[in-house]
């Protein structure tokens, strides 16, 4: 069998999504550790009014393909964006650009999706859905295709604890669904949104079911391999440690804790945190593309389905992550934090609750008053209220684990070649988690929040003086608690003055005890 390199070298590949963050390292690491790629298109679409030549060329000047630029600084030129949008009829591609694509293309990688857990179900539908079917019918007519990979979610099935490697039929016809939504307001959409879902938690997990069954039921003669990647977070090794660009998922959660303002959250601290490396998706997902593209003549043909997960592997638990998330950040502060990190998971919703008044509502009321008295413009109940919602939206997730069958996901590590285990590694086995939760803890500091490292020292002043004032805050509450119960009650004032003599006998007998020893 060739080598993963080997077998892209030459190749025409096409990805969707390369301006997502799986995307984009999916471009980096295909053009950086298989050099003799002969050109990547890109499907993008115009924003802002940036045309996707000017998208693409401002985001491969990001830190992530520093080192890519250091090994093949020519890498560019074998980047061919092209205008397009998923959500328009034949995706707005240009009738010049799309036969382009059906002469040359060889793999396809779709990882466009809309990633918003609240998005309304018709846009979900366009993005997740309809997008894909369109995807489907263009590499259809594609002449040299040898493998379509769609990338999904471990999360499509979550209505089940135990989920296989295998397209699990959805509780609607994707047909009939697409065709009621397009006579349906909004209005009467939003309100059976709930009853069709049904157990699952959000139209993202709803949506992209309904895309894997697509892909089965219209995938045809094509070669094609599905990719369920679970939580996905910052890179592990490739192209550096660390790196995320976002504040998706659980890295706004992580920053919120590191800053102080995320105090208490409903989880289960024994559920598993199935979180898994950008890097471990994207080696798996181009083993995926070598082994289906390979062994396409040689293999039974069938539809093979990969859960890129760690729970079953390597688990690691949501207790866990609070505690390197506050070891963390407390040896390594962000600038300028509210308070000092100290994150608490809780699975009583009402105690939640209570903590979420008590840690949330009420110092961010009382900050906003100092702002207010000092003319400046009130911010922080606004932070807490996108927090509460972004919280509750991952909810569901922090606590409930799910068992995954991963037996492709090994087969396909079994078939690797020494060199290509070490080159395109997602063996989660040697996934050390507190190490990689210090490195995605400190990545959010450097690549999302820009933050120097040379402000450390500036940042951890800061934190000792928030520590000094709490004591200080608490030592005065606790005086003037008492002093007014003192005030009050007898025996609260016997109490006091009997431990207050207690004291001082104590200090009396220790100074004597002294004088006789010398």
């Known amino acids: 069998m060739v080598t993963i390199p080997e077998y892209f070298a030459g190749k025409n590949v096409l990805i969707t999504g390369a301006t997502g963050f799986m995307g984009k390292v999916l471009l980096e690491k295909l053009l950086r550790s298989c050099p003799d790629v002969k050109?990547?298109?890109?499907?993008?679409?115009?924003?802002?009014?940036?045309?996707?030549?000017?998208?693409?060329?401002?985001?491969v000047n990001c830190k992530l393909f520093d080192r890519l630029r250091e090994e093949h600084p020519n890498f560019p030129d074998k980047i061919v964006p092209m205008s397009s949008d998923l959500t328009q009829p034949e995706l707005d591609v240009s009738r010049e650009d799309q036969q382009t694509l059906v002469d040359c293309i060889n793999i396809v990688f779709h990882c466009a999706a809309t990633i918003r857990f609240n998005e309304p179900l018709k846009d979900?539908?366009?993005?997740?859905?309809?997008?894909?079917?369109?995807?489907?019918?263009?590499?259809?007519?594609?002449?040299?295709?040898?493998?379509?990979?769609?990338?999904?979610?471990?999360?499509?099935?979550?209505?089940?604890?135990?989920?296989?490697?295998?397209?699990?039929?959805?509780?609607?016809?994707?047909?009939?669904?697409?065709?009621?939504?397009e006579w349906m307001d909004d209005k009467l959409v939003n309100l059976i949104t709930p009853k069709l879902i049904g157990d699952r938690p959000n139209t993202y997990t709803y949506t992209k079911a309904l895309a894997e069954y697509l892909v089965q039921q219209e995938c045809g003669s094509l070669n094609v391999a599905i990719i369920r990647p679970s939580i996905v977070g910052a890179s592990w090794k490739e192209p550096f440690p660390g790196w995320i660009d976002n504040f998706n998922g659980p890295s706004g959660i992580f920053i919120a804790a590191g800053k102080g303002i995320l105090r208490t959250m409903r989880a289960s601290n024994d559920a598993v945190a199935d979180l898994v490396p950008v890097d471990v998706v994207i080696n798996a997902t181009l083993a995926a593309a070598w082994y289906s593209g390979s062994q396409r003549y040689t293999r039974p043909k069938s539809l093979l389905v990969y859960n890129c997960t760690t729970g079953g592997i390597n688990p690691f638990h949501w207790?866990?992550?609070?505690?390197?998330?506050?070891?963390?950040?407390?040896?390594?502060?962000?600038?300028?934090?509210?308070?000092?990190?100290?994150?608490?998971?809780?699975?009583?919703?009402?105690?939640?609750?209570?903590?979420?008044?008590?840690?949330?509502?009420?110092?961010?009321l009382l900050y906003d008053g100092y702002l207010r008295l000092t003319g400046q413009q009130p911010r922080m109940m606004k932070t807490i209220t996108r927090l509460h919602k972004a919280m509750i939206l991952l909810e569901y997730f922090t606590s409930h684990s799910w068992v995954w069958n991963t037996d492709n996901v090994t087969m396909l590590l079994n078939q690797l070649s020494p060199q290509d285990?070490?080159?395109?590694?997602?063996?989660?086995?040697?996934?050390?988690?507190?190490?990689?939760?210090?490195?995605?803890?400190?990545?959010?500091?450097?690549?999302?929040?820009?933050?120097?490292?040379?402000?450390?020292?500036?940042?951890?002043?800061?934190?000792?003086?928030?520590?000094?004032?709490?004591?200080?805050?608490?030592?005065i509450l606790l005086v003037l608690v008492w002093r007014i119960f003192i005030a009050r009650s007898q025996m609260a004032r016997n109490i006091w003055y009997f431990v207050v003599s207690l004291c001082f006998k104590f200090l009396s007998y220790f100074r004597a005890s002294s004088t006789m020893r010398y």
């Not at 050109?39 to 060329?57: D, F, M, N």
């Not at 493998?147 to 047909?175: G, L, M, Q």
């Not at 209570?354 to 009420?362: E, F, Q």
């Open 39 to 59: 050109a990547v298109y890109v499907l993008v679409r115009q924003k802002s009014g940036h045309a996707p030549s000017a998208r693409i060329a401002d985001m």
């Open 319 to 364: 207790g866990e992550v609070e505690y390197c998330i506050n070891m963390t950040f407390k040896t390594n502060p962000l600038e300028q934090a509210f308070r000092r990190p100290n994150v608490n998971l809780r699975s009583n919703p009402f105690t939640n609750q209570y903590w979420t008044t008590v840690s949330h509502t009420l110092p961010a």
């Open 124 to 181: 979900a539908m366009q993005l997740n859905v309809l997008a894909t079917q369109k995807i489907m019918a263009l590499a259809h007519r594609m002449k040299h295709l040898e493998v379509f990979i769609h990338v999904s979610t471990a999360y499509a099935n979550c209505d089940r604890s135990v989920i296989e490697e295998v397209v699990y039929p959805p509780p609607v016809d994707y047909k009939k669904l697409i065709d009621a939504l």
């Open 421 to 475: 285990k070490k080159l395109f590694n997602f063996d989660v086995r040697q996934l050390h988690w507190a190490e990689y939760m210090e490195s995605y803890c400190m990545g959010t500091k450097k690549y999302v929040l820009n933050e120097e490292l040379s402000g450390l020292p500036a940042a951890r002043k800061h934190l000792n003086k928030l520590r000094n004032i709490r004591y200080a805050f608490n030592t």
